[in-house]
C-alpha cells in the first residue's frame, strides 16, 4: 500500500556531502515512521535514523550522530538523509523504510530498493 523511492546516492570523496531522498507513494496517511537503514559489502543491515511521520521524534545511530541529519516534508511525502562529513566507512547500500500506523510498532512494513552510497579515501 505504501512505495517508496529512494534517490541522492553516488560516489563522493571522503569529508563530502550527500543528500538522500526518499518518495513515498501510495497510501502514505497510514505511515507512522521513516526510517533510513544501511547495508556495506561484508555486514549486517544497521539502523542509522528514524523520524515520525507526523511529531517530533527523531532518532540516530551513534555511528552518524552529529554527522547526518534527518528531516521530512510531508506536502512532498518525502524524508531526506543530509550526510555530512562522509567516511569511508560510511560506504553501503542506503535503505529507506516505512512504519505503518498499526500493530508492530518498530517492525517495518515498507522498504525502498535501495541508492549505494560510495565514499572514496
Known amino acids: 500500500q505504501v512505495q517508496l523511492v529512494e534517490s541522492g546516492g553516488g560516489l563522493v570523496q571522503a569529508g563530502g556531502s550527500l543528500r538522500l531522498e526518499c518518495a513515498a507513494s501510495?497510501?502514505?496517511?497510514?505511515?507512522?515512521?521513516m526510517g533510513w537503514f544501511r547495508q556495506a559489502p561484508g555486514k549486517e543491515r544497521e539502523f542509522v535514523s528514524s523520524?515520525?511521520?507526523?511529531?517530533?521524534?527523531?532518532y540516530y545511530s551513534d555511528s552518524v550522530k552529529g554527522r547526518f541529519t534527518i528531516a521530512r516534508d510531508n506536502a512532498k511525502n518525502a524524508v531526506y538523509l543530509q550526510m555530512n562529513s562522509l567516511k569511508p566507512e560510511d560506504t553501503a547500500v542506503y535503505y529507506c523504510?516505512?512504519?505503518?500506523?498499526?500493530?508492530?510498532?518498530?517492525?517495518?512494513?515498507?522498504w525502498g530498493q535501495g541508492t549505494q552510497v560510495t565514499v572514496s579515501a
Open positions: 501510495g497510501r502514505t496517511v497510514s505511515i507512522y515512521t
Open positions: 523520524i515520525s511521520w507526523r511529531g517530533p521524534t527523531i
Open positions: 523504510a516505512a512504519d505503518k500506523i498499526g500493530p508492530g510498532i518498530g517492525e517495518y512494513d515498507y
